[in-house]
């Protein structure tokens, strides 16, 4: 073991070797951009320098030959730079507009979509669902991928109103985070406890402190230290599990999917806010999520044709109110769209604020 | 050569479609290697089963205690021997980005191939927090694969009850809005605190993000413990061509409807440019011969709008800095929660500047470290202890604008008032 390097703690990269030139030039002074066309942004700095980005998407998940096919790319269309963004997609800046087209036709004939800008549905941000991570409900890289395909043609068209941004969680811990729309798997029946393993592998305090409504305590099962849960406050949320995996919550069954809307980062008009649910109950359908897209696609289509240009989901319902959301889009309102957790008085309407 | 394909009847049916699909890659990758061969085995047992298979475990490198996250088969015979033997172990390193995820071809062809040398090939650009995720390696292949990395400059991200990986927005690298340098100052923080990354000893985990502008392009208020996002004090500067240009390309109903009427505050007024009022804190700009818009900025809100409707026309002021918030976090344990603000606005242009920063954020993770109980947020934690007594703990003012509105209940003692006033009077002195 003599061998072994101590690591070299050297951080953060700086950016600056890795950056395109014109970017790195640039620096901080940049004063103008438009958007020629889908996929394609337009950025001039003050001394007049120029550079055009050509941004497309990618599976993320990315296998050696794409990577290097990636880079074949970047070195024959954008002097050998490129970058990510925080949704997976790949930015090429190109220093000249005479470059943009050959570059879309050579992406577009490798399979990759352009697009992603501006008012379009931009790529969706995911997770690590049966790939890689331990506690996944369901798949991550395939919800997406199966949502891609069905939104294929607003991602490369920028037809929306505002941007959308989607994202897909495995498990109520929502990796994906806050989006206009986020598909998020929701289970429906308590953890099934085996109670032999429990004994063995589980660190028992610690499993009893993460449950958010004290549903679950110490108890001797056969003889042994095990668990139960307390049923009827249980409300299925699944923080118990990664803790401790005898607590079994996935359920092929009734681990459902469940679809929240209107959630947004952006400072951008009105301030952020969390997505709420619309839709639930929705199979965990592999390989494709049917029923899922199905519903991603009625909001959206309901969405592109009644906001306002500039209206993010968010926006466009504050104005519609939540019963024309309903009605317009179909979906059932039900007892569980109210909160009842804490803190859920202010979700209330305390007004005769009613739209007739 | 690699062995046999298992059959993958469901993952086939993604590989049809017009979106890029990681089966293919993953395929490609199985033609080469055994690890994909039975990784996709395993992958395709999930979708039949609707069950996932990996379990964690300790696997680490020298030197460090986080950062690399272990995953080992569930998936066994009766006599406890994989089922996928050559997945067995399927490591990811994590892996810390350029900040703002800018590469050259070079050092991502270095990649490929130290992961074709130790690991399965796929890499995924990039996780949710930011992670270059290097997946699918055995425990053996680790250290060997982490020496090769760290040797092109690279180092390990975060894992578990500790500093994670960071993002900052492009921002100064090619957006008019940003309003300070992101990769400095993620820089300067992450990198003075890094031992608090590779040695996890939080309570739990602390993230940081950074966004040049209110956009907030990395979502620094929902998905961080402290969001560091532009912002300026002065006028929002103007360009009269560019405004000119505006309208002649969107027309006046477009100025009206997408973006006077869409001002939040409605600081925005339409104006003939005989009863264009002037004033201190008045932007204005004409967009034709006969009209001016101006802005009060007294009324504004940094939110953003106008400037995103007419790039370039209008664009922050002068005066930049940024607004702290603290508190984001996703769902566990009490429900999602935003970061508040806790500083209205600091400068972050000099040395000294970004020392402050430093500063804060080593003074606000040491009261994270000392008072959040196990597997608590920041965010959590103030709203156990409050946000009052988060503020003092920090030395930190208060200041009307870390309110929506001043409290609504009279359940509070305050028979220290008088005290209070004057400590206002004293910040207000100060100011
Ligand atoms: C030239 C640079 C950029 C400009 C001018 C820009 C502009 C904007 C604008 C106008 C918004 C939305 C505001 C609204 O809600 O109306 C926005 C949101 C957003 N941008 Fe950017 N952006 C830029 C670069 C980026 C990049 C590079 C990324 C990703 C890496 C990004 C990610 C996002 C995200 C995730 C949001 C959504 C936040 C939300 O959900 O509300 N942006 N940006
Ligand atoms: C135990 C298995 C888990 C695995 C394998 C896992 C995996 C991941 C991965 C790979 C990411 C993206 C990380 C990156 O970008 O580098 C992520 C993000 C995230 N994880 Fe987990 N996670 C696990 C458990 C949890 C738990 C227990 C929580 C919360 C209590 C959690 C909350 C989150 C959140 C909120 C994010 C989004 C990060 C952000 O705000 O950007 N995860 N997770
Ligand atoms: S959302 Fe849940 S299941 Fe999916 S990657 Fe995150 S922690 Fe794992
Ligand atoms: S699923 Fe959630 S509510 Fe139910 S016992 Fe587990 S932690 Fe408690
Ligand atoms: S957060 Fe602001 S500065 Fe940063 S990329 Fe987005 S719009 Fe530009
Ligand atoms: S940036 Fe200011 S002036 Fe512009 S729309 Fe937002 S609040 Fe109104």
């Known amino acids: ?356 | 050569m690699a062995k046999k394909l298992h059959d993958t009847p469901m993952l086939d049916q993604l590989e049809s479609g017009p979106w890029p699909s990681f089966v293919t890659g993953l395929k490609r990758e199985a033609a080469k290697k055994d690890i994909m061969v039975d990784l996709l085995g395993q992958l395709e047992t999930s979708y039949e089963t609707k069950k996932g298979y990996w379990k964690g475990g300790t696997v680490g490198v020298f030197g460090y205690g986080g950062g690399v996250i272990p995953r080992f088969t569930e998936l066994k015979d009766e006599n406890e021997n994989p089922l996928f033997p050559d997945a067995a172990e399927f490591h990811t390193l994590r892996i810390q980005p350029p900040a703002g995820m800018h590469y050259d071809t070079a050092t991502l062809r270095k990649f490929a191939d130290i992961w074709d040398k130790y690991g399965s090939g796929l890499i995924g650009l990039h996780g949710q927090s930011g992670d270059i995720m290097m997946q699918g390696c055995s425990t053996a292949n680790v250290q060997p694969a982490w020496e090769e990395i760290n040797a092109m400059g690279f180092d390990m991200g975060g894992a578990g009850p500790a500093l994670r990986t960071s993002m900052s927005c492009v921002g100064a690298a090619r957006c008019e809005m940003s309003c300070y340098d992101e990769a400095r100052a993620l820089r300067t923080i992450i990198n003075a605190n890094i031992d608090d990354m590779h040695r996890p000893a939080l309570p739990y985990k602390f993230k940081f993000k950074f966004s040049g502008c209110p956009n907030d392009c990395v979502n620094s208020i929902q998905r961080s413990d402290m969001a560091t996002i532009g912002t300026w004090r002065d006028n929002i500067q103007v360009n009269e061509q560019l405004a000119r240009d505006y309208l002649k390309g969107h027309g006046m109903d477009k100025l009206v409807n997408d973006v006077i009427s869409k001002c939040p505050t409605r600081a925005i007024t339409l104006r003939n440019k005989a009863d264009a009022i002037s004033g201190d804190s008045i932007s204005t700009v004409a967009v034709d011969d006969q009209h001016v818009i101006q802005i009060e900025n007294h009324d504004c809100v940094r939110c953003m709008h106008c400037l995103n409707v007419m790039p370039g026309a209008l664009l922050p002021g002068k005066d930049k800095g940024v607004t702290i918030l603290v508190g984001g976090k996703s769902v566990l344990k009490i429900g999602a929660t935003m970061g508040t603000v806790v500083i209205p606005f600091m400068k972050l242009e000099s040395e000294e500047d970004f020392e402050k920063l430093n500063e804060l954020s080593r003074n606000i993770i040491d009261f994270f470290a000392e008072n959040a109980l196990e597997h608590e947020r920041t965010g959590e934690m103030i709203e156990r202890i409050g946000l009052v007594n988060f503020l003092e703990g920090l030395d930190l003012d208060i200041d009307p604008n870390m309110v929506n509105h001043p409290r609504a209940n009279p359940y509070v003692r305050m028979d220290g008032w008088d005290e209070e006033v004057e400590k206002a009077n004293e910040r207000k002195a100060a100011a």
């Open chain 1, 1 to 356: 073991m003599a061998e072994l390097r101590a690591p070299d703690e050297c951080g953060v990269p700086d950016p600056m070797p890795f950056m395109h030139p014109t970017l790195r030039e640039n620096y901080g002074k940049w004063v103008f951009h438009s958007h020629p066309k889908p996929g394609v942004l337009y950025h001039r700095a003050e001394n007049g320098a120029e550079v055009w980005t050509v941004k497309f998407g990618t599976a993320r998940q990315l296998d050696g030959y794409t990577i290097r096919l990636l880079c074949d790319l970047a070195d024959k269309h954008a002097d050998g730079h490129m970058r990510f963004t925080a949704r997976s997609n790949v930015e090429f800046m190109l220093t000249a507009e005479s470059k943009i087209e050959p570059l879309i036709k050579d992406l577009n004939s490798h399979g990759f979509p352009v697009g992603g800008t501006a008012n379009s549905v931009t790529m969706i941000s995911h997770t690590q669902g049966f790939l890689h991570c331990d506690i996944p409900g369901t798949d991550a890289s395939g919800v997406v991928k199966a949502l891609m395909d069905e939104l294929h043609e607003e991602f490369i068209k920028c037809e929306m109103p505002n941007r959308v941004k989607i994202s897909t969680s495995c498990c109520e811990i929502n990796c994906g985070g806050q989006a206009d729309i986020a598909v998020i798997m929701q289970h429906t029946k308590p953890p099934k406890i085996n109670h032999d393993l429990v004994a063995n592998v589980c660190e028992r305090p610690t499993v009893v402190a993460r449950c958010p409504v004290a549903a679950i305590r110490p108890a001797l099962v056969n003889g042994k230290p095990s668990l139960e849960v307390d049923e009827k406050k249980c409300i299925c949320c699944g923080a118990c599990f990664p803790p401790c995996p005898p607590m079994a919550i996935n359920d092929p069954e009734h681990s459902k999917i469940a679809i929240w809307v209107g959630g947004k980062n952006s400072n951008a008009r009105s301030k952020p806010t969390f997505h709420k649910l619309v839709a639930a109950g929705l199979p965990n359908n592999l390989p494709r999520w049917p029923e899922v897209g199905a519903v991603v696609k009625k909001i959206l289509t309901v969405y592109k044709a009644d906001a306002q240009p500039w209206e993010r989901m968010a926006d466009w319902i504050d104005r519609i109110g939540w019963p024309r959301f309903f009605e317009k889009t179909g979906l059932p309102f039900t007892k569980y769209h109210i909160d009842d957790w804490r803190g859920s008085r202010t979700t209330l309407n305390a007004s005769t604020h009613i739209r007739f």
